[in-house]
């Protein structure tokens, strides 16, 4: 149901069949053409001129085969927050805002743009399930009333984001990324170019070996604890759906910033 202001009413909590829908988005080739693909990583890009919506999937069939890191380990490193602060350098803050559900939950995350553009933040609902020997976890923008957007930012708005981790056997794994995002703003497309060809694959680099490092700070840093695995060790404060809408970009300000060209090629 449509609401005003660009946003629509948020009834459910995804269920299986999203998360078998992101599966099958994941490992399909079709619709998605590759612009990248070195030591490990590939870019599959599905994106047309005249969208504003930016479609990225990091790899497609093989994209880092972590042949020293566990899947389990991946999905830990993904959910772990604490840990995220030490390795993520694009990240400027984070945080967790409330518990759905024993496997959704709603939070916070900004990140560092190249001066001169504005840093961009979201509001998420995210959502994980352990299936076998695949992880997967998705999210997508919620506006939550708390949480408006903020003076110094461009809110961003993620359609459809998400990790799958396959299982290759005992310590070897296969990560995905999918990302369906409006960045907002008027970004020229040379810089969503420049975004989905080198930025994206230094990403998941710095996720693997963030992975191969944290088993080793995980022992130092409250072993026990993972609320992503026990649902009582979580003690977020409950919010419900109700207090929720889906997030679009039609119901945001639109920040020019095509005019900042020369600064943009240091990137």
């Given at each position: 149901m449509s609401?005003?202001?660009?946003?629509?009413?948020?009834?459910?909590?995804?269920?299986?069949?999203?998360?078998?829908?992101?599966?099958?988005?994941?490992?399909?080739?079709?619709?998605w053409i590759s612009r990248y693909s070195k030591g490990g990583v590939t870019v599959w890009c599905q994106a047309e001129e005249s969208r504003t919506v930016i479609n990225v999937l990091v790899g497609n069939y093989?994209?880092?085969?972590?042949?020293?890191?566990?899947?389990?380990?991946?999905?830990?490193?993904?959910?772990?927050?604490?840990?995220?602060?030490?390795?993520?350098?694009?990240?400027?803050?984070?945080?967790?805002?409330?518990?759905?559900?024993?496997?959704?939950?709603?939070?916070?995350?900004?990140?560092?743009?190249p001066s001169p553009l504005k840093n961009r933040d979201f509001v998420t609902?995210?959502?994980?399930?352990?299936?076998?020997?695949?992880?997967?976890?998705?999210?997508?923008?919620?506006?939550?009333?708390?949480?408006?957007?903020?003076?110094?930012?461009?809110?961003?708005?993620?359609?459809?984001?998400?990790?799958?981790?396959?299982s290759n056997g005992a310590g070897c794994s296969t990560l995905y990324y999918l990302t369906q995002m409006d960045p907002r703003g008027s970004l020229p497309k040379w810089v969503v170019n420049r975004v989905s060809q080198f930025v994206a694959p230094k990403a998941m680099r710095k996720i693997y070996k963030a992975s191969l490092k944290y088993p080793d700070w995980k022992r130092k840093h409250s072993p026990a604890l993972k609320p992503w695995m026990f649902p009582e060790q979580n003690s977020l404060p409950s919010i419900s759906v109700g207090e929720l809408t889906l997030q679009r970009g039609d119901s945001l300000e639109n920040i020019d910033e095509s005019d900042q060209h020369a600064a943009l090629h240091s990137l």
């Open positions: 609401t005003k202001n660009g946003t629509k009413s948020l009834k459910n909590i995804p269920d299986d069949s999203v998360f078998s829908s992101f599966k099958d988005q994941c490992l399909s080739p079709d619709g093989k994209i880092i085969l972590c042949k020293d890191v566990a899947a389990e380990t991946l999905y830990d490193v993904l959910h772990d927050t604490s840990y995220r602060r030490k390795w993520d350098t694009n990240m400027i803050d984070t945080y967790d805002i409330g518990r759905l559900t024993a496997n959704a939950d709603v939070g916070y995350y900004s990140w560092k743009c609902m995210r959502s994980w399930l352990p299936l076998g020997n695949d992880y997967l976890i998705i999210n997508y923008s919620v506006k939550h009333p708390q949480h408006p957007p903020k003076k110094d930012y461009v809110r961003a708005v993620s359609l459809l984001t998400g990790y799958l981790i396959q």
